[in-house]
């Protein structure tokens, strides 16, 4: 496989670093990494996460060789994480509050509040609980979410290895599922309202690259409120990945997926004469996604990315998608087999390109564009339409002291993320991979945050969405749908929201959020928050 291939060859090159992903979930120092490149004081390719720790720690590293020039919230929080990425730059800080600390040349350890971390000449470690408990009230009664569970991660020599497992409870009421319209995270429940999430893998790096087997989140896209490429909200997937930075200015990434079929029936769906969905005759096979992304710095703090994914069934791995550099559309199209198209063949491709412009200080303006269905013949055509989302925005950080707007914009068009074989659809465990909203979609989002005082923020926010007629469930698949004809969905809501940072890994918040959700109740909204609502929302969480 080219994956071992690529890892045997590097194993004899020298290394001095490790590779953790930092879930992507923790934004605290996601919105810290990307204030400190909106201040030109690093330089972060931003349109992929994860962020790996070790680079994390690189670029605290950077910040600290100008820390005077920090404000004085900057140089506390500067300091907040360079404690928790010690391990990552080959020391053990002392903790601010230590039940157990022992020092000497040969080892340290180090117990905690908030973790339990050890190092030696060979070997570094870091373990820490999770407890989490999310409430909320409003006039249809009260919501609580529990969680619980344990997360670590170790170094040796050139590998890496890291795990989270969380245990959930959402008491009385199902919080996820596949077509509501809302950004939480999937969840694939075992009983009425319990459900596990599992993280985690092994990596392998070398001084200008990395390479693991990991399942995890991937966010592909440059956003601040929703990526549109590849979010967070199916379920974590088991993957082949690595990265690749052989220069300063260019940036490679690939990875190769294991997904979870959304048909359970034992078949895959087959699209009938007049381009209709109906149940076919073939043995349900298993799904993988293929997925590369090229970087380049076009100036001192702007970036393009150019990139295409695959969504394919099969008995195994087709070896042609481990290949890391194909397009994988024109790969497709080898495949024909007796005039055989290749989206009869079971492959979905998708186009995207992706861009950053930071070259002026405190302004970070981004977009992205995924393309489904793309022929620049449609362009002057009436009935055939081009299928693609569109996500773009701004954010101006500190032209105030402290004070961040966002604005950002998403446009979808109909059949986005679908395809007319369901079996090939971008999705996993019936979740789909991009935007939330899904396809036929629109929204606008604006957020003023205020960080009045170290490890906090204070944000005020406004969105306004709207859903189309969802057209691939009553079977059409065509590209002269018009979008949103009319608005079977809508939702406004208001948001003032708090969180306090404690220590990295616990934190305090809460909420105030006005909601008017109209349209189809059942389907695209927990009943909870369907209608016009004001919910109360407050929680604690000891990791994340």
Known sequence: MAFLLLLIICASVPCYSQTVYEEVTHK??????DEMANEQIIDVFTAVKPYSRKNIARWLLEIQQVESTLTLRQRRELGFYLQEFDLEQNTLEKQFVNFYHHRTDRYQFNFSPSSMRYRDTLFRCSVRPIVGLQYGNNQFGTISHFWYGVEGFAYVN?????????????EHRILSNPEYLNPRNAAIYVEYDDYTEARGGITYSWNWGHAGLVKDYIQWGNHYHYPSII????????????ELRPWKWLTFHYFHAWLVPNRVSGY???????????????PLHKKFMAGNMVGVQLFSHSRLAIGNTVVYTSHAPDPGYLFPLFIYGAYNNTLEISGRKADELHQNAQLFIDFSFREIRKLHVYGSIYLDDFQISRFNDDDEKNIYNLNVGLQLSNVIPNVFVTMEYYRAMPLVYQHDMASITFNSNEYYMGHYLQDNSEQLFAQIAIKPFTNSVFRIEYLHAVHGPDYFDQGIYSTALPFINQAEWKRRQFNVSFRYTLLYNVSLFGSLTNRLVSGKRAKYTLPFYHGNTQTISAGFQYGF
């Open 268 to 282: 895959i769906d087959q699209p009938n004469q007049q381009g209709n969905i109906s149940a076919g005759q073939n």
């Open 28 to 33: 605290p120092i996601y919105e810290f990494i």
């Open 158 to 170: 050139n590998f890496a290895m890291y795990a989270s497992l969380r245990e959930n409870d959402e």
């Open 231 to 242: 979010s967070n909200k199916a379920p974590s997937f088991t993957q082949l990945k690595y």
